[in-house]
T-cell receptor
Framework: DAGVIQSPRHEVTEMGQEVTLRCKPI?????LFWYRQTMMRGLELLIY????????DSGMPEDRFSAKMPNASFSTLKIQPSEPRDSAVYFC???????????????FGPGTRLLVL | GIQVEQSPPDLILQEGANSTLRCNFS?????LQWFHQNPWGQLINLFY?????KQNGRLSATTVATERYSLLYISSSQTTDSGVYFC????????WGAGTKLIIKP
C-alpha cells in the first residue's frame, strides 16, 4: 500500500478563500483522523471518522471548518472562509482499529502545509 | 482529561551519544505510543508500549504504567535521529505530549 495520501502538499491562499484538503487512507483502515499542527498548540485532533461516520468533531475549531468522508477511500477537510490563523500543517491519519482499545497505531500522511495570507 | 508531559523540551547531542526522553502521564492508560517526526515533517510510529520494555535496533522504550511514565532510549545517536519525539497516550482518543526536540550534531 502507498500509505496515507494527502493533497495538496502545499497550499498558499488569500484570506477569505475556500480551502479543501484531501486524504486517501490506507485501504482497509476503518478509522480516519484529521489533525492540525502549529508551533503554538502542537498536534490537535480536529475530527475522526469510523466507517465513514464522524464520531468526534469536538476539536473542530469553529463553523468555518467542515469534514466529510463520502466513502472509505476519501475524506476532505474544508475551511471556508480561510483566515491567517488557520495557517498550519494539517495531517490525515488512519488506523485499522480504534487506538483507544488496541495497540493499533495510526499511520500518518505527509501533511498539507497551509499558508493563508 | 489526561495530561501528558514530555521532558526535556529540547536536547542537543553529538553524534554517538546516548539519550533518554521521558513521558509522564496523569492517569491510567491502556495505550501509549512513541512517534518520531523527522525534519521533513513526517510522523512515524516507533513503539506501542502500554507497559514493559521493547527494543528496535538502537531504540528502546520502557513504560512503568503503575508509576505513569515512559522512557525512550536512543543509543549511539545518528544525525538521522534528529527531529521531534512525541509520546501519545489513549484514553478516549490519542492525547499528545508537546514533544522533545532532538538535534544530533555530526
Amino acid at each position: 500500500d502507498a500509505g496515507v495520501i494527502q493533497s495538496p502538499r502545499h497550499e498558499v491562499t488569500e484570506m477569505g478563500q475556500e480551502v479543501t484538503l484531501r486524504c486517501k487512507p490506507i485501504s482497509g483502515h476503518d478509522y480516519l483522523f484529521w489533525y492540525r499542527q502549529t508551533m503554538m498548540r502542537g498536534l490537535e485532533l480536529l475530527i475522526y471518522f469510523n466507517n465513514n461516520v464522524p464520531i468526534d468533531d469536538s476539536g473542530m475549531p469553529e463553523d468555518r471548518f467542515s469534514a466529510k468522508m463520502p466513502n472509505a477511500s476519501f475524506s476532505t477537510l474544508k475551511i471556508q472562509p480561510s483566515e491567517p490563523r488557520d495557517s498550519a500543517v494539517y495531517f490525515c491519519a488512519s488506523s485499522f482499529e480504534s487506538t483507544t482499545s488496541s495497540g493499533e497505531t495510526q499511520y500518518f500522511g505527509p501533511g498539507t502545509r497551509l499558508l493563508v495570507l | 482529561g489526561i495530561q501528558v508531559e514530555q521532558s526535556p523540551p529540547d536536547l542537543i547531542l553529538q553524534e554517538g551519544a546516548n539519550s533518554t526522553l521521558r513521558c509522564n502521564f496523569s492517569d491510567s492508560v491502556n495505550n501509549l505510543q512513541w512517534f518520531h517526526q523527522n525534519p521533513w515533517g513526517q510522523l512515524i510510529n516507533l513503539f506501542y508500549i502500554p507497559s514493559g520494555t521493547k527494543q528496535n535496533g538502537r531504540l528502546s522504550a520502557t513504560t512503568v504504567a503503575t508509576e505513569r511514565y515512559s522512557l525512550l532510549y536512543i543509543s549511539s545517536s545518528q544525525t538521522t535521529d534528529s527531529g521531534v519525539y512525541f509520546c501519545a497516550v489513549a484514553g478516549y482518543q490519542l492525547i499528545w505530549g508537546a514533544g522533545t526536540k532532538l538535534i544530533i550534531k555530526p
